[in-house]
């Protein structure tokens, strides 16, 4: 079983910046496909960003040049570091797990707002 435990969300002014962690525990392989998704309200579920076990990375156009995703092997941990933050980014961010199945922690809120 594995157990995802996302942190960092919060309310940030227009233009801000944040970072999202996820620590993952349990019986993790290594080779496993990372992603972050976010829910807006009323909105349907959709992907930020991915990232292979090689490292290679793929972004929505929405946060292109915007938002960075990484991984810390050593500390089973993904990050999400957000810059110019918008109100369109205001959603509950997901993080998610590929290995056998999809497994998706619990979410963080991110709110940007004046």
């Known amino acids: 079983q594995v157990q995802l435990v996302e942190s960092g969300g919060g309310l940030v002014q227009p233009g801000g910046s944040l970072r999202l962690s996820c620590v993952a525990s349990g019986k993790i392989f290594s080779g496993t496909h990372m992603a972050w998704y976010r829910q807006a309200p009323g909105k349907q579920r959709e992907l930020v960003a991915r990232i292979t076990p090689g490292g290679s990375t793929d972004y929505a156009d929405s946060v292109k040049g915007r938002f960075t995703i990484s991984r810390d092997y050593g500390k089973n941990t993904l990050y999400l570091k957000m810059n110019s933050l918008g109100p369109d980014d205001t959603a509950v961010y997901y993080c998610?797990?590929?290995?056998?199945?999809?497994?998706w922690g619990q979410g963080t809120q991110v709110t940007v707002s004046a």
């Open positions: 998610m797990l590929s290995s056998g199945r999809n497994y």
